[in-house]
């Protein structure tokens, strides 16, 4: 409970502050420079977060990472499906400046993905066990997908 109030508070601070600062917040934060690190390289998290109207499919992985170099081909053929549903993000870790982000989302191990509703502040990570398979990973985000949207819902209750 506690982890999950931190990363929420810290999470709402870093994108507040990218959103009505532009890149001020960017430049005075470690691994929020900017750099692009996203299926679109012309994308980055900070840029994605404050523009886009969907929630965010957020990749992190290594070069190194077998499993990263399996799921990764997986999700950029997800990408046509889930177009107008998400917009994907990746991060690579490998880059000692995004460990930042890494930080803030809690990766404990690669890949990692996660949908990440920016509006609302909540995220979901995709069940690891869905990794067996791209028609497994395409269920689990689907699935994650609609956790997120039940957690907006009940914030938008709440408020």
């Known amino acids: 409970m506690y982890k999950q109030s931190f990363?929420?508070?810290?999470?709402?601070?870093?994108?507040?502050?990218?959103?009505?600062?532009?890149?001020?917040?960017?430049?005075?934060?470690?691994?929020?420079?900017?750099?692009?690190?996203s299926y679109d390289p012309k994308v980055n998290i900070e840029q994605a977060a404050s523009t886009s109207n969907v929630p965010l499919l957020v990749e992190f992985y290594t070069d190194e990472c077998h499993t990263c170099q399996i799921v990764t081909p997986w999700v950029h053929q997800l990408q046509d499906k889930y177009r107008n549903q998400l917009t994907f993000v990746m991060i690579n870790l490998d880059d000692?400046?995004?460990?930042?982000?890494?930080?803030?989302?809690?990766?404990?191990?690669?890949?990692?993905?996660?949908?990440?509703?920016?509006?609302?502040?909540?995220?979901?990570?995709?069940?690891?066990?869905?990794?067996?398979?791209?028609?497994?990973?395409d269920k689990a985000i689907e699935l994650t997908m609609h956790q997120v949207e039940l957690q907006a819902q009940s914030k938008d209750k709440g408020a």
């Open 7 to 37: 990363f929420m508070v810290i999470l709402a601070l870093l994108l507040v502050g990218i959103i009505s600062s532009g890149s001020r917040l960017v430049a005075a934060i470690p691994g929020l420079n900017g750099l692009p690190s």
């Open 96 to 137: 000692p400046q995004q460990n930042a982000i890494a930080n803030i989302f809690a990766v404990q191990y690669v890949p990692a993905i996660f949908v990440f509703d920016a509006k609302h502040m909540v995220k979901a990570q995709v069940d690891t066990s869905a990794y067996a398979s791209k028609k497994d990973l």
